[in-house]
Antibody, heavy 118, light 109 residues
Framework: EVQLVESGGGLVQPGGSLKLSCAASGFTFSGSAMHWVRQASGKGLEWVGRIRSKANSYATAYAASVKGRFTISRDDSKNTAYLQMNSLKTEDTAVYYC?????????WGQGTLVTVSS | QSALTQPASVSGSPGQSITISCTGTSSDVGSYNLVSWYQQHPGKAPKLMIYEVSKRPSGVSNRFSGSKSGNTASLTISGLQAEDEADYYCCSYAGSSWVFGGGTKLTVL
């Protein structure tokens, strides 16, 4: 059974940092591109960024709204993807999901809530 | 990259069919057959319903179908059931990035 489990969310002040984790199981993590998608309360889904597999040079890409502030990484030995978020703004408040790109975003975690507030 | 355009809400009675549109541009929907649709119930993670415009993942009812014409993709749900009431999001590849629609709330009357 495929599982994606996010962790690391919480309350952080504007300008602060937070690192989210996404632990994967049930599929070949090392061969999969992993993405992060967020959803503010009552709002739609927003693509945040992705990291490709080793075979694709661990290439990353980011949405314009987070570029330069967020960094996605992975540790294939731990089957885990990460989202490092720096210089957080109140508008970054959202549930953050990790998701696998298969034919599309076929598996999703349950999400972790990040609240940026003073 | 601007969000894809979806109607905010649609509704239908049980047994009826509804269609949700998703309008993008020649840089996303119009250029790639990588349009997907997601169903999201309140408090839950999104669920993949359609990928590559019109393909259904294993386990998804054949009441769900997708299509695309030019810069607009569509999701059709036939034989509406109460359990179909949810938010629906389209998504398209946009060349090194991905873009979602704003979401459509489906109400089953």
């Amino acid at each position: 059974e495929v599982q994606l489990v996010e962790s690391g969310g919480g309350l952080v002040q504007p300008g602060g940092s937070l690192k989210l984790s996404c632990a994967a199981s049930g599929f070949t993590f090392s061969g999969s591109a992993m993405h992060w998608v967020r959803q503010a309360s009552g709002k739609g889904l927003e693509w945040v960024g992705r990291i490709r597999s080793k075979a694709n040079s661990y290439a990353t890409a980011y949405a314009a709204s987070v570029k330069g502030r967020f960094t996605i990484s992975r540790d294939d030995s731990k089957n885990t993807a990460y989202l490092q978020m720096n210089s957080l703004k109140t508008e970054d408040t959202a549930v953050y999901y990790c998701t696998r790109l298969g034919w599309a975003f076929d598996y999703w975690g349950q999400g972790t809530l990040v609240t940026v507030s003073s | 990259q601007s969000a894809l355009t979806q109607p905010a809400s649609v509704s239908g009675s049980p047994g009826q069919s509804i269609t949700i549109s998703c309008t993008g541009t020649s840089s996303d929907v119009g250029s790639y057959n990588l349009v997907s649709w997601y169903q999201q119930h309140p408090g839950k993670a999104p669920k993949l319903m359609i990928y590559e415009v019109s393909k259904r993942p294993s386990g998804v009812s054949n009441r769900f179908s997708g299509s695309k014409s030019g810069n607009t993709a569509s999701l059709t749900i036939s034989g509406l059931q109460a359990e179909d009431e949810a938010d629906y999001y389209c998504c398209s590849y946009a060349g090194s990035s991905w873009v979602f629609g704003g979401g459509t709330k489906l109400t089953v009357l």
